[in-house]
Structure formats: C-alpha cells, structure tokens
C-alpha cells in the first residue's frame, strides 16, 4: 500500500511524533494552520469514515480515547478543536482516516462561509 501515513507509521518517512501506543499515532502537521495542529491516526489503515466497521471500531475507538491525553499534552486547557475529512468534497487529502486536532488560539467559530469550498479558517488572524 503506498499511504504516506502507514509510511510514517512504519518509520520510512519522518515526523515530529507527538504521542503513541499500539493502537494510534500522533504527529505535528507539516503544514500547521494554527499554533497547534497535530493529525491523530489509527494504526490500522482505515481509508476514511466511511469505513469505519465493526472489524476496525476498536481503533477508532483507541483514537478517540488517546485525543483528549494527547490535548492535555499539548497543554489545550482552553479547548481545541477536532476535524476529520472525508472524501473528495469534504476536503480529505490523505486517504487514511485522521483527525486534526487544532488550537493554541482562539479558533474562527465558521469553519467556511456559507457556500465557501474553503477546507479550514482555523483562527483569528491579529
């Protein structure tokens, strides 16, 4: 499978690991659209939501129990914010379920304007 995510999983591609376990891996996005932006990834290749089953639920929920740990770490006390992608119109660039966990700054409370095909406004600019 060539998934850049199950590379840096497997160690072939580098990242700036945040958080790991048997079950999920975490790592600062290269591309940060806010002062925290950290993916959060099953350790199983689940392509998107869309296949989530009951074959892979249990990574899904792995992922989500590790999400507010790895928040506390990253020392979000004020909140953040949790986006997943799915599909070609939702904007998913890496067909390998992940969450992005945003924060670090009071983050915009429109995701996109009404009919704008923006995929993020992760926060104010000042």
Known sequence: ???IFCKIIDGSIPSKKVYED???????????L????VLV?????IDSMDKVSADNAEYVKKVFLAIPKIAEELGLKNGYRLIS???EDGCQS????HFHILGGK?????LVSRFGLKCFVPF???
């Open 85 to 87: 992608n799915c599909g």
């Open 94 to 97: 890496v067909k390998h379920l």
């Open 22 to 32: 048997e079950a999920v891996y975490a790592f600062h996005d290269i591309n940060p």
């Open 1 to 3: 499978m060539d998934c």
């Open 124 to 126: 104010h600019q000042d």
């Open 41 to 45: 990834i099953p350790k199983m290749h």
């Open 106 to 110: 009071k983050l915009e409370e429109k």
């Open 34 to 37: 806010a002062p925290v932006h």
